[in-house]
């Protein structure tokens, strides 16, 4: 089977070593000191990965795998490692009452846009802090309180366009990425060949 290059971060044998939003403002102080700051667009995630020690064919393999990404061109899922699954439900051991398998729907959206309600989800669901969530086809957001019931604030805001009734998905949430070009790492060991993979990628969005 051919390698799934959407899919990178499945099987990379290692971890995300900082994961976190990227914001895109404009700041200015005045002359008393305080600081003014403008966005001039919403956040985007942003990644850095680096894998364990690997043997040489390992590692091979890998940097073909990487080649696959076109330094930038082309995108992959991008999730922070240790967030595959909520807090409260480490391996996806969440309740499967009525065929729950990870995913439900935006119940309702906050006038402000930054907090939601979840609908479809099994009663007493606990979404935890610091968990993330995926709305639609791609939106990543992490969760700023505890809540098992009503609505919830998330970052970065929702995307315009977002309404209730979206796909809400707990079960390995993701957004799309794009390698920032010139910072895949796969330098090895003169002496035994062995190394460790490294990049970093940005969020990317149409």
């Known amino acids: 089977m051919a390698f799934d290059t959407l899919n990178l971060l499945t099987s990379f044998p290692g971890w995300a070593t900082e994961f976190d939003l990227l914001y895109r403002q404009e700041q200015s102080r005045s002359a008393g000191g305080k600081t003014y700051v403008k966005d001039l667009g919403s956040p985007l995630w942003s990644g850095s990965w680096v894998s364990k020690t690997l043997s040489p064919n390992v590692l091979d393999a890998w940097r073909a795998r990487l080649k696959a990404l076109e330094n930038g061109l082309q995108t992959f899922r991008g999730w922070p490692t240790s967030r595959l699954y909520p807090i409260a439900y480490p391996n996806a051991s969440w309740p499967t009452t009525g065929g729950f398998a990870g995913s439900g729907t935006v119940g309702t959206v906050n006038a402000n846009r930054k907090a939601i309600a979840a609908a479809g989800f099994p009663s007493g669901y606990t979404f935890s802090v610091g968990d993330y969530v995926q709305v639609g086809a791609a939106d990543l957001h992490q969760i700023l309180e505890d809540a098992t019931t009503g609505q919830f604030e998330v970052r970065p ?38 190394g460790k993979i490294s990049f970093q990628a940005i969020e990317t969005r149409d």
């Open 157 to 194: 805001h929702l995307w315009p366009g977002v309404a209730a009734g979206a796909v809400l998905k707990v079960n390995q949430p993701y957004c799309l990425m794009t390698i920032v070009p010139g910072t895949i790492n796969t330098a090895a060991d003169p002496n035994t060949g062995r």
